[in-house]
């Protein structure tokens, strides 16, 4: 895979350890999306509406992800959206991402990392073998437009058998995170979860039997509600962006 020649600039923030290194990132400089890296994420039908590459865009240094409605999309008239991922794949490190989450009810920004089956308690085993690490989603809009909530999702939680478990971690403010650059990041140690907004760290957690083992996908999206919470926009006039500068991940 292509590594982008980025300057190796460890955040302050991080523990001092000189075995810290930037072993990729992007920064979005080309004129589209670089599917060498990227992949498109499950395009096709997505809660009230619908996942397609037609909605991400690359330009003046940013990735951006659009939701809107469209009588004429690529799976037909309605909603939409997009996610994409990274091809490979990551176990442990620092994740960031700086961006501008859109600034709209019903859509919202998010940034996270998830095993193949998650909400499975034979492969999660309470998250040892795989969680759902929502580093930030920007689903306060209505309550309170500058906060981000950060969230782990798992199953098998002490040998519980039947559906998944969550713990959200809590409600954290960024500054007019709908108009101005933030950015969001998640340490992923041996032993816990930390979670940073703007470079200083917001909460710990091992929530569940303990933290991932496995490799598991970077996902970049603008995620949908069901389609009775896109009921009150307006089809028309609604349009909303999720604008991304970048997003680079630090390893020992």
């Not at 009230?48 to 003046?60: F, I, L, N, T, W």
């Not at 998250?127 to 199953?155: M, P, W």
Request: net charge negative; charged share 30%; with cysteine.
């Amino acid at each position: 895979m292509k590594k982008y020649e980025v300057e190796n600039h460890v955040p302050s923030y991080l523990p001092e350890d000189s075995e810290w290194k930037l072993v990729w990132a992007d920064e979005f400089d080309g004129t589209e999306l670089d599917t060498e890296a990227w992949k498109y994420c499950n395009s096709g039908v997505r809660r009230g509406g619908y996942r397609a590459p037609s909605q991400v865009e690359v330009k003046d240094g940013n990735l951006i992800i659009t939701g809107e409605y469209l009588e004429d999309g690529t799976y037909g008239e309605g909603w939409y959206t997009a996610a994409i991922k990274l091809k490979e794949r990551y176990k442990q490190g620092y994740f960031e991402i700086k961006c501008i989450c859109n600034d709209s009810d019903g859509y919202w920004s998010a940034f996270w990392i998830q095993a193949d089956s998650p909400y499975t308690a034979s492969v999660s085993k309470g998250g040892v073998g795989g969680a759902e690490l929502d580093i930030f989603e920007s689903t306060e809009y209505a309550q309170g437009k500058y906060a981000v909530t950060n969230t782990i999702h798992c199953a098998g939680v002490d040998g519980v058998e039947e559906g998944f478990q969550s713990a959200m971690l809590g409600k954290f403010k960024g500054n007019n995170i709908s108009k101005e650059y933030n950015t969001y990041g998640l340490e992923w140690t041996e032993d816990e979860y930390i979670f940073y907004v703007n470079g200083v760290e917001t909460v710990r957690s091992s929530f569940g039997n303990g933290v991932s083992q496995v490799a598991e996908d970077v996902i970049v999206s603008l995620e949908i509600p069901d389609e009775e919470k896109m009921k009150g926009l307006d089809k028309d006039s609604f349009k909303t962006e999720f604008i991304v500068d970048y997003v680079k991940i630090y390893q020992k």
